[in-house]
């Protein structure tokens, strides 16, 4: 009788014992290929670890088997130990990508909250006293900040600017020696009451005006003829001419 029909026989036999003393149900389910299944490779274990130790009869072998059910003994497989060192390894891991992951997704989110926390507490600072002359002759020093300036407002169909005085106004205007003004708008189809901030067109036409906002230069407003047309003007205001701008204006009132 060769080894697979041995086998075969020694796996019949366990089954038929153990039917004698099951319930039809229990029998049934110890007759599942299943079942089936796990008594072979268990057999095919015992008899490659006979085969290995050289014994005559497999219940010698059993009882070196029996050891590694025995929880006393603490018999621990390498390979379960570098398991949990490899599975430790992984988590670690993953909680790095997901916590860089969370670092590169908040990242522009942390940035926004600090630029709008900067800004607003910008326009609850109180804006720097200038003077005209001084955003003419040093710009670069109120470059992004909230300015409070009193000049000569001129107006006309597409200018809103702040001169020195009416009289170097009068003198001389041009986009070198004014500071271009870019205020609200009121438009009573849209807005039905007047914004306290807004004066009225006729109340600061060629009159001296106090402003407060935010302060802008650009050093190189007009380019030279070898730019394109169309790239050649980088200014503010009309035409994009003026160097120096005050926009965001919160408050635009004549002088009393």
């Known amino acids: 009788m060769g080894p697979r029909a041995e086998l075969r026989l020694v796996i019949q036999n366990k089954i038929c014992n153990a039917r004698l003393y099951m319930s039809p149900t229990t029998a049934t389910v110890a007759s599942s290929p299943k079942l089936l299944d796990r008594v072979r490779w268990h057999l095919r274990v015992k008899y490659a670890v006979q085969e290995l ?54 990242k522009p989110v942390i940035i926004a909250f600090l630029l709008l ?5 910008d326009a609850a600072s109180p804006p720097l006293k200038a ?10 020093k109120f470059i992004g900040k909230r300015v409070d300036v009193t000049g000569y ?26 500071i271009w003004l870019e205020p609200d708008i009121w438009d009573p189809r849209y807005q039905p009451q007047r914004p306290t901030h807004i004066a009225k067109s006729d109340d600061i036409d060629f009159r ?15 380019l030279d003829k070898t730019v394109p047309y169309e790239h050649r003007y980088r200014g503010h205001g009309s035409f994009r001419m003026w160097a120096r701008a005050i926009k965001d204006i919160t408050y635009f009132q004549p002088v009393r």
């Open 117 to 121: 926390g900067g800004g607003f507490m």
């Open 153 to 178: 407002c001129h107006t006309s169909n597409d200018e809103v600017s702040l001169a020195v005085s009416k009289q170097a106004d009068e003198k001389a205007h041009s986009c070198e020696n004014t």
């Open 53 to 106: 130790l050289g014994h005559k009869d497999v219940s010698t072998t059993m009882i070196y088997t029996h050891v590694w059910n025995k929880p006393g003994l603490a018999v621990r497989s390498p390979w379960t130990r570098n398991r949990r060192r490899a599975d430790g390894i992984v988590s670690r891991i993953r909680w790095k990508i997901i916590h860089l992951i969370l670092v590169r997704r908040m």
């Open 208 to 222: 001296n005006v106090r402003v407060i906002g935010t302060f802008h230069y650009e050093p190189h407003p007009i």
């Open 131 to 140: 003077t005209v002359q001084q955003l003419l002759s040093e710009p670069q």
